[in-house]
């Protein structure tokens, strides 16, 4: 049934994409507080909300966070993968459970001991240490896709590697990386928008100098509901979108998201 | 050691648990040799090529490469060149990267690793697809260019696990011969392994067939396939008739009487229960039984005839016992039905060990 079909596809489009659209709507109003449909229609909002001190900081914070982040992960989930599935470690099982169950620990404690620990050490303020905390909770992510990698990879192809003549530093570098490198690139694709959309535990240890952009947008509409929000909102919407699409240009997602 | 000696593998021992993969095997190679391993999966012949490579640490024996012990020498500087069944080509680069990296590795000059990839290309017939990627390449042309990146370092000992189990049966009868040829061009002394005894009789110059991590026997293509000292080796090899019997000491020498009641002279001095086997083109068939001359004849029924040009084939019944025959003498002809004699020469009799 072709009908049936389509009204299933169009509320499923509807249900994820409408908030998003009401949103990037509302952005446009003349009016002084968030309406849909919009009043009038203005760009105005944008250049507000593009120059305000809490954006701009925000979104400063995040990227810094986000990419901090993606560079700690690299290493911890090549390293983690590959040791998982090759080399012989006590408590494997129990390990590999507890690193590739993401929010195993629920977020908010997660947040709350970090906080703990930053408060001893004077991480708190800090905002490399929330990209710690990024790269903390959602390096599972990171593992799977390093696994799987992992897993492709013909295990073959290292001994080959050492039969041509290649001892084991160089078998890692000039073998096994390149060929986990899909696998690593679209880890740190995920690494990256997840650091930069992440709220829970950002909020529990930003200060009001490390707002990412995520709290200092809930910050804000805690305070009004200007239209500001909405552009803000929808540059955000556009942020993300235009990582995906440049990361695919660069190195082709649709081969390496399978 | 003789001054050819390239290869010398000594008494090896390797247990997984309780299995034994490999159970004392000795083999040695000389210098521009093509041997072939022959054996089932599980016979211990990867075990014994990894073991060569490096991959696999023996429990016991020695390994000796051009009379050096490589027993505790890694893979990497072994200078053993390896095709995997899997081929392990590296997808991250190019055929001329592919081919380059163990020259890379070695840190020669970049003249002189464009020299001899090029050389190598040209013998394994790859000339102006050095910039192709690997998923770019068809089975036959990943084949060469595994092959070319093993040779290009020159490896005292070039060895091939199953490197043509994935090829459809056209293309492996092409890269048997191409690896045959590459060998003749190369003269690298050469180690494969396969479960194919078409493949082994067409590459080897001799065949080392093994079974349960032992070495069953070790001949030229033609002695193997000609004369298998055993039971195993005969079934492998496609040995048409085997029959199982009881052979005692008569006037004449030795007398073989198979269960089915068929009997034949030995000419080897064996007694008791064991196995015998003869190739098709081995049976003779008579008319009468006194065409035999002084050699037992037995009765036999025809079952069904194949003339195939320059032959004849026979399916012919004994006491239940299917005989299969080739006969060369087209110009005579047995129909199906007719009651005939068959014998055998003693020294196309085959006595098999168990």
């Known amino acids: ?258 | 050691m003789g001054e050819g000696r390239v290869l010398e593998v000594r008494n090896l021992v390797k247990r997984y648990g309780r299995v034994v993969a490999l159970d004392n095997v000795s083999l040695s190679m000389d210098k521009g040799e093509f041997v072939v391993v022959l054996g089932p999966s599980g016979s211990g012949k990867s075990t014994l090529l990894m073991s060569i490579a490096g991959f696999v640490k023996p429990d016991s024996g020695d390994i000796y490469l051009n009379g050096v012990r490589i027993n505790d020498v890694p893979p990497y500087r072994r200078n053993v060149g390896v095709v995997f069944q899997s081929l392990a080509l590296f997808p991250h680069m190019t055929v001329y990267d592919n081919i380059a990296f163990p020259l890379k590795i070695r840190k020669m000059p970049k003249e002189e690793i464009k020299r001899r990839v090029e050389r190598i290309l040209e013998i394994v017939k790859l000339s102006g697809l050095e910039r192709r990627r690997i998923d770019q390449l068809s089975g036959g042309q990943r084949q060469r260019v595994a092959i070319a990146r093993t040779l290009v370092f020159e490896p005292s000992i070039l060895l091939l696990d199953e490197p043509l189990g994935a090829l459809d049966r056209k293309l492996r009868e092409e890269m048997q011969v191409e690896i045959r040829k590459i060998h003749e061009r190369v003269g690298a002394t050469t180690l494969l392994v396969t479960h194919d005894q078409q493949e082994a009789m067409t590459m080897a110059d001799r065949i080392v067939v093994m079974r349960d991590g032992r070495i069953e026997q070790v001949g030229t293509p033609e002695e193997i396939y000609s004369r298998p000292r055993t039971l195993f080796v005969a079934e492998f090899m496609g040995t048409s008739n085997i029959l199982k019997g009881t052979s005692r000491a008569e006037a004449g020498g030795t007398l073989f009487t198979a269960e089915c009641g068929l009997k034949l002279r030995l000419d080897e001095e064996v007694r008791g229960d064991g196995y015998v086997a003869i190739k098709a083109e081995h049976i003779r068939i008579h008319r009468v039984p006194e065409e035999a001359g002084s050699l037992p004849a037995t009765q036999a029924k025809v079952l069904r005839r194949f003339f195939e040009g320059d032959h004849i084939r026979y399916e012919l019944d004994v006491n239940g016992t299917l005989i299969k025959a080739i006969d060369r003498e087209v110009r005579r002809v047995f129909k199906a039905g007719e009651t005939v004699y068959i014998s055998c020469l003693p020294e196309n009799v085959r006595w098999l060990k168990e």
């Open chain 1, 1 to 258: 049934m072709p009908w049936l079909r389509r009204i299933l596809i169009a509320g499923i489009v509807a249900l994820f994409i409408l908030p998003n659209i009401i949103i990037v709507t509302a952005s446009f109003t003349e009016s002084e507080v968030i309406t849909f449909p919009p009043r009038g229609l203005t760009l105005k909002w944008y250049p507000e909300a593009l120059t305000s001190d809490w954006f701009l900081k925000g979104l400063v914070n995040s990227l810094i966070a986000a990419g901090f982040c993606t560079l700690l992960s690299i290493p911890v989930g090549v390293f983690a993968a590959y040791a998982l599935l090759r080399m012989r470690i006590r408590f494997r099982d129990i390990i590999q459970v507890y690193l590739l169950l993401p929010f195993t620990v629920p977020l908010i404690v997660q947040g709350v001991s970090l906080l703990f620990v930053y408060a001893r050490t004077g991480l708190v303020g800090n905002i490399l240490g929330v990209g710690f905390a990024l790269m903390e909770i959602n390096i599972p992510f990171m593992i799977w896709s390093v696994t799987s990698a992992v897993n492709a990879m013909d295990p073959n192809l290292e001994n080959a590697s050492k039969s041509l003549g290649a001892e084991e530093i160089q078998t890692f570098l000039y073998v096994t990386l390149p060929s986990l490198m899909p696998g690593v690139l679209s880890g740190a694709l995920l690494m990256f928008i997840l650091g930069l959309n992440e709220f829970i535990t950002s909020l529990i240890l930003v200060t009001i100098d490390t707002q990412t952009l995520p709290v200092a947008l809930y910050t804000k509409i805690r305070t009004t509901i200007s239209p500001s929000i909405a552009a803000a909102s929808t540059v955000y919407i556009l942020l993300a979108l235009v990582t995906i699409y440049v990361l695919d240009k660069v190195v082709g997602l649709k081969n390496y998201l399978r």
